[in-house]
């Protein structure tokens, strides 16, 4: 919050000017509007709302990553592939909060370090597509865009980009945030809490091979007690919110200015990634981006050069500040021991210090023969152990993961504990995008990466 005693600096003009430049540039994976009109009228709406989150927050953060970045902290990042406003409701948004916190207390052990606890939620609305168009039988319609665009129903009129769908997501964004706050502040995340969850996960006899390690932790917290912890400290929990920053007419209108020090923060998020498909260099998300306070994450693909890395890091990351810059690889569980070494032994020679993270989700996509997107949760795990071996062999740190999960028991990965086979994925495939694990899959992926924590 802003101490109404402080004085309010100005932004320089300069800066100002600079937050547009983008529009000047090539950009990628923007919907295309109707109504102009409608459509500046809503940004210009957005514009005059309260921020979301607040600049001293969003600084908080850096600090945090920049821990990471050093080896001193790890980072989870998970949550929905899209939200849909319909998904907003307080039973998914708290199930995914418990999930997290959930991963969390199993990494925090595997790691002995402090978890960085940040979801995929509050904005993950908009999502880029690999056509602008999808053709069913013999009509072709825009894609869906997600809900911040569109509507999902292959409809005409629900295809049709909505400007009122960017104030929804702001409120929607905003209703969420107010129950993250609450839930990860009011005691819902005690540290015995969520603990007792896990015991449950645990004694599952599918989970056997994890109640080793549950049961470490029950007695390391059992220590605590008799130590005279102080629980009441361990009953509220930092919790960020992130999402790709991918639609413009939703992200400029949510940057304000620091009235501390008169530079931009980008309050739709704490923290914002650029995608794969809008990294380019000389385009419009990279400029805008390279302009804003928050830490920035950046995906790279298996076809990324260490060249284009270090323009990257020459654009968003000039002053080689820690906790600015995240990489967050999409390699593939059959191309990262191959693509991520390269990266790794070029970064050592350059003055910057980047948190990695993995994301094994994105490059592992297949589809079934009767149509389902999926994932094979053993191709995620290879894809994370292939990320913690290489950074091994280099010695650098692997510094976090970034998955797709929701806190349901739906069936839209294969494999797991719960033997999900292709057969069984339309029991319960939810996810008007891409596919997530479940929250069993996401704990079991929890216990795994611990163990790859604790060996490093």
């Given at each position: 919050m ?12 300069a ?20 109504d102009s ?100 039988g013999d ?34 964004a ?11 502040q009011?005691?819902?995340?005690d540290l ?40 009441d ?10 999402h ?11 940057t ?40 920035i ?40 021991r ?12 350059m003055?910057?210090?980047p ?28 894809e994370?152990?292939?990320f ?21 028991d739906?069936?839209?990965c ?13 029991t ?7 596919p997530r ?20």
């Open positions: 802003v101490d109404p005693s402080e004085p309010v600096v100005l932004a320089d003009p800066v100002i000017a600079g937050l547009d430049y983008w529009r000047t540039l090539p950009i990628r994976q923007q919907p295309t509007w109707p009109d409608a459509v500046g009228a809503a940004s210009a709406k957005i514009g005059g709302l309260p921020p979301l989150v607040f600049a001293g927050e969003v600084d908080v953060l850096r600090e945090r990553l920049a821990t990471a970045a050093r080896g001193d902290a790890f980072l989870l990042q998970g949550g929905d592939c899209a939200e849909t406003f319909a998904g907003a409701t307080a039973q998914n948004i708290r199930d995914r909060v418990k999930t997290i916190l959930q991963m969390a207390v199993v990494l925090t052990y595997g790691a002995s370090k402090p978890i960085v606890k940040m979801g995929r939620m509050a904005g993950q609305f908009a999502k880029p597509r690999s056509s602008d168009t999808e053709t069913r009509v072709t319609l825009p894609a869906y865009r997600g809900d911040i665009v569109n509507g999902f129903d292959f409809t005409p009129e629900s295809r049709e980009a909505d400007p009122a769908r960017l104030v929804e997501g702001y409120h929607t905003a209703s969420t945030l107010n129950l993250v706050r609450a839930f990860t009011g005691g819902f995340a015995r809490q969520v603990h007792s969850w896990n015991k449950g996960f645990a004694q599952n006899p599918a989970n056997h091979a994890y109640e080793k390690v549950a049961g470490e932790i029950d007695r390391a917290i059992k220590f605590m007690e008799a130590a005279g912890a102080d629980f400290e361990l009953k509220r929990v930092e919790f960020y919110s992130s790709e920053g991918l639609l413009m007419d939703y992200e400029r209108p949510m304000r200015i620091d009235s501390r020090t008169g530079t931009p923060y980008n309050t739709s998020a704490h923290f914002l990634w650029i995608g794969e498909r809008t990294r380019d260099l000389d385009g419009a998300h990279v400029d805008y981006f390279s302009r804003v306070r928050n830490p994450g950046v995906k790279l693909g298996p076809s990324t050069s260490a060249d284009d890395m270090e323009r990257l890091i020459d654009k968003l990351d000039p002053n080689r500040e820690p906790g600015r810059l995240t990489f967050i690889t999409r390699m593939g569980a059959g191309r990262v191959d693509a991520l070494p390269p990266l790794l032994e070029a970064i050592k020679g003055d910057a210090t948190l990695w993270v993995s994301d094994p989700m994105h490059g592992n996509g297949l589809t079934t023969p009767n149509g389902y997107k999926t994932r094979r949760f053993d191709d995620v795990v290879d994370v152990k292939g913690f071996a290489a950074h091994s062999a280099a010695g650098t740190y692997p510094g976090g993961i970034h998955i797709e999960l929701t806190g349901d739906v069936t839209e294969l494999g797991g504990s719960e033997q999900i086979d292709e057969a069984t994925l339309a319960r495939y939810e996810s008007l995008c891409d694990l479940n929250h069993m899959q996401s704990l079991e992926l929890a216990f795994l990466v611990a163990e790859e924590l604790a060996a490093f």
